[in-house]
């Protein structure tokens, strides 16, 4: 692991970078405040390198913000310094207790965790350009089907409402449901132009997809939070990842809580997972038979889904690393 002579700590807001930058050696740290923009972020950087510190032994931490970290994060990365981006919970929970915020203690505390978690270090990496135009693609096509769905509650007003009355919205509804419906084939289209041009996706696509219970949207979503599974070391975890992975809660002799998930997940992934697992009970005999059996052992129905989710996720990671399509030995077995 590289000897970093300074941590960085950044708290980003929409307008502006509050920099904490903290001396390994001496704990000494001297605050910035520059624009959250690409052109301040490399005069930034330009400063530090007058001033004689070595940029490249310099370890920069954030928050992840979502889309307001993506200056900091494509100028760092282009001029390829170090990053880590960290989960807000994780930097929060890390500080113990606190009276109190504002922007340069955020600063100081994100440069203090990135100093006393070092051996935590996984260093960020851009995905590819393809798989974060399929996550933007994804995100809107989200948004699309949410004000169909909105839009398509009006058509209930039709049996209560009188008939005048009702005409004076439902052309316009009927205008703009129609505008929305093609607005999303477009975008799915567009989402299947980008992996087929793409030979990796498409085929790691064809892969998921080759698994029974999993279709086009659970795979999609699949290659985008995985980012072409580049981001987790195994299937174990990403189930931990989507919410899917058991954990104990006991403690003593006095506390023996039963085993369950934690609530700290994607929701989205989560959700695909257990109509794909729904889907399973109707068209895998194996999964089928083994849904069965656990029910009639007295095991929890929802316990037993959450299991079928988690070999799920092993059967995608197991197509995808091996680089064939699923086989179901299942019809084999005598």
Not at 10 to 26: A, E, M, R, Y
Not at 95 to 107: E, L
Not at 309 to 317: A, G, N, P
Request: proline share 2%; aromatic share 10%; hydrophobic share 35%.
């Amino acid at each position: 692991m590289k000897n970093y002579l300074f941590h960085s700590g950044i708290d980003i807001s929409k307008l502006k970078l509050d920099v904490n930058l903290l001396n390994s050696q001496t704990l000494q740290s001297e605050h910035f405040v520059i624009d959250n923009n690409p052109k301040s972020i490399k005069e930034f950087i330009k400063l530090l390198i007058k001033r004689k510190i070595d940029v490249k032994h310099i370890l920069f931490c954030c928050e992840n913000t979502g889309v307001y970290t993506n200056h900091l994060s494509y100028t760092l990365l282009g001029l390829e310094l170090d990053l880590w981006i960290v989960p807000a919970i994780e930097i929060k929970r890390s500080k113990g207790i606190s009276r109190g915020k504002n922007d340069k203690t955020d600063a100081k505390d994100i440069s203090y965790y990135s100093y006393r978690n070092i051996d935590k270090l996984r260093l960020y990496k851009l995905a590819e350009i393809d798989i974060q135009k399929l996550k933007m693609l994804y995100t809107e096509r989200e948004k699309a089907l949410k004000s169909l769905l909105l839009l398509e509650t009006t058509k209930e007003n039709n049996e209560f409402v009188n008939k005048e009355v009702f005409k004076e919205v439902s052309i316009i509804n009927q205008s703009l449901t129609n505008t929305i419906k093609k607005t999303i084939n477009k975008i799915e289209k567009r989402i299947k132009e980008i992996i087929k041009s793409n030979q990796e996706l498409n085929k790691q696509y064809t892969l998921i997809k080759s698994v029974p219970g999993i279709g086009e949207q659970t795979s999609l979503y699949f290659i985008i939070t995985t980012k072409g599974f580049s981001a987790f070391k195994n299937w174990r975890q990403f189930a931990c990842y989507s919410g899917v992975a058991p954990f104990e809660y006991s403690s003593g002799t006095s506390i023996k809580g039963r085993t369950k998930v934690n609530h700290m997940a994607d929701k989205k992934m989560k959700s695909l997972l257990q109509m794909c697992a729904m889907t399973t009970l109707k068209y895998d005999p194996q999964l089928k038979e083994y849904y069965i059996k656990k029910k009639g052992e007295g095991k929890n129905p929802m316990l037993v889904l959450n299991n079928i989710r988690c070999k799920l996720i092993s059967r995608v990671f197991a197509v995808v690393n091996r680089e064939t399509p699923y086989i179901n030995t299942y019809k084999f077995a005598s």
